[in-house]
């Protein structure tokens, strides 16, 4: 059985979420989008769904929602096929309205960067191209 894995994420301006993401190569699932919510596919077992804040607390979740600009939520590491795309999706996201949230990292094994979307919530992109030692 296939496993689908969708984050659920508040965010400020549902239109400037959807556009940044579309920057980084991932589009959204017109089927499941519409003014409160959009389907981000990252992959065809990840997907996001952004939800506008109000939408979010009223039918998501009932909690306080946390600032991800000033507080940890989650991060959302993501693993790439090599180096060079670590570099791409950072590199796309800095540049569309991202925020550096790590330096590069070199590891033994891995590569990693992280970016932060416009409204603060955390990615971790890595490369493994060994195994720990």
């Known amino acids: 059985m296939a496993t689908q894995i969708?984050?659920?994420?508040?965010?400020?301006?549902?239109?400037k979420s959807v556009e940044f993401y579309a920057k980084l190569g991932w589009p959204h699932n017109p089927q499941f989008t519409d003014d409160n919510a959009a389907s981000i596919v990252i992959s065809d077992d990840i997907c996001l769904m952004i939800v506008a804040e109000h939408f979010f607390a009223e039918n998501?979740?009932?909690?306080?929602?946390?600032?991800?600009?000033?507080a940890t939520e989650a991060v959302i590491a993501l693993s790439l096929d090599s180096k060079a795309k670590v570099d791409e999706l950072a590199d796309a996201a800095l540049s569309n309205g991202g925020a550096t949230t790590s330096d590069p990292t070199v590891e033994s094994f891995m590569y990693g960067r992280g970016f932060a979307d416009p409204d603060g919530h955390q990615f971790e992109l890595f490369h493994m191209f060994g195994t720990p030692e």
């Open 6 to 15: 969708f984050v659920n994420l508040a965010v400020h301006d549902l239109k």
């Open 60 to 70: 998501v979740s009932k909690k306080p929602r946390v600032d991800a600009h000033t």
